[in-house]
C-alpha cells in the first residue's frame, strides 16, 4: 500500500475555500486516491476518490496532477461543521488480499468563525 | 434506515477479563472490518472479512478473535492477551468485494473500551 503523507493540521475561517494536499510518492498504477472525513468519537465518512485530473461532487473537488504523486482535496466555503479530520488513503483492490484502507494520522481541520 | 450498528457505545470491563464487541449492518455487504484508533492516532485494521465463514488477519491481530458466522455480523472478541486494550473501536462494511475503484466502506458509531 502506498504511503500518504499529508499535513498534520490546518486552520481556517468560515467561509474560505480550505485545500488539503496529500504526497503519495510510490502510488501504483492501479491505486485510487480516497478521502475520509472524521468527527471526534465518529466513525469516518467517505468523501470523495479519483483516479486522475479531477474529480468534483456535492460536498469536495480533488484534483489530481498527471503524475499522480499528489493529490489535493478541495473543500469550498467551509463552515463550522467541517472541523474533523480528513484522511488521505491510496490503495487498490486486490481479490486476494481484500480492500484493505491504510489510515495515516489525517489533517486535522479547525474553522475558525 | 440501512447502516452500520456497534453496541454498546461505551464499555468498561476489569483487565483479564474477555469482551465481545458487537456488529451489525444492513446493507447487504460482502466485507466487513474491525478497527482501532488510539487518542490523535489513524485507524489500524485489526481483522476483515470477505465473506461469511472467512476472515483474514489485520495488522494488528494478536489478542483478537473473530467470527462471521452470518453476513450480517461480524463480532470482534478482545481477549485479555491484548496488552493495551483501551481504545476506540470501529466497525466498517463495503460492497463488491474484489472490484476495481477501491469500493468505499461504511463505518459504524464505534465502540469506546476502556479496561480498568
Known amino acids: 500500500l502506498a504511503k500518504t503523507t499529508q499535513p498534520i493540521s490546518m486552520d481556517s475561517y468560515e467561509g474560505q475555500e480550505v485545500n488539503i494536499t496529500c504526497s503519495h510518492n510510490n502510488i501504483a498504477t492501479n491505486d485510487y486516491i480516497t478521502w475520509y472525513q472524521q468527527f471526534p468519537s465518529q466513525g469516518p465518512r467517505f468523501i470523495i476518490q479519483?483516479?486522475?485530473t479531477k474529480v468534483t461532487n456535492e460536498v469536495a473537488s480533488l484534483f489530481i496532477p498527471a503524475d499522480r504523486k499528489s493529490s489535493t482535496l478541495s473543500l469550498p466555503r467551509v463552515s463550522l461543521s467541517d472541523t474533523a479530520v480528513y484522511y488521505c488513503?491510496?490503495?487498490?483492490?486486490?481479490?486476494?488480499?481484500?480492500?484493505?484502507?491504510?489510515f495515516g494520522g489525517g489533517t486535522r481541520v479547525l474553522v475558525k468563525p | 434506515d440501512g447502516g452500520i450498528t456497534q453496541s454498546p457505545k461505551y464499555l468498561f470491563r476489569k483487565e483479564g477479563q474477555n469482551v465481545t464487541l458487537s456488529c451489525e449492518q444492513n446493507?447487504?455487504?460482502?466485507?466487513m472490518y474491525w478497527y482501532r484508533q488510539d487518542p490523535g492516532q489513524g485507524l489500524r485494521l485489526i481483522y476483515y472479512?470477505?465473506?461469511?465463514?472467512d476472515f483474514q488477519k489485520g495488522d494488528i491481530a494478536e489478542g483478537y478473535s473473530v467470527s462471521r458466522e452470518k453476513k450480517e455480523s461480524f463480532p470482534l472478541t478482545v481477549t485479555s492477551a491484548q496488552k493495551n486494550p483501551t481504545a476506540f473501536y470501529l466497525c466498517?462494511?463495503?460492497?463488491?468485494w474484489g472490484t476495481g475503484g477501491g469500493n468505499e466502506q461504511f463505518f459504524g458509531p464505534g465502540t469506546r473500551l476502556t479496561v480498568l
Open positions: 472479512s470477505q465473506i461469511v465463514n
Open positions: 446493507l447487504n455487504h460482502d466485507a
Open positions: 479519483g483516479y486522475k
Open positions: 466498517a462494511s463495503s460492497a463488491e
Open positions: 488513503l491510496v490503495g487498490q483492490v486486490i481479490k486476494a488480499a481484500g480492500n484493505k484502507l491504510t
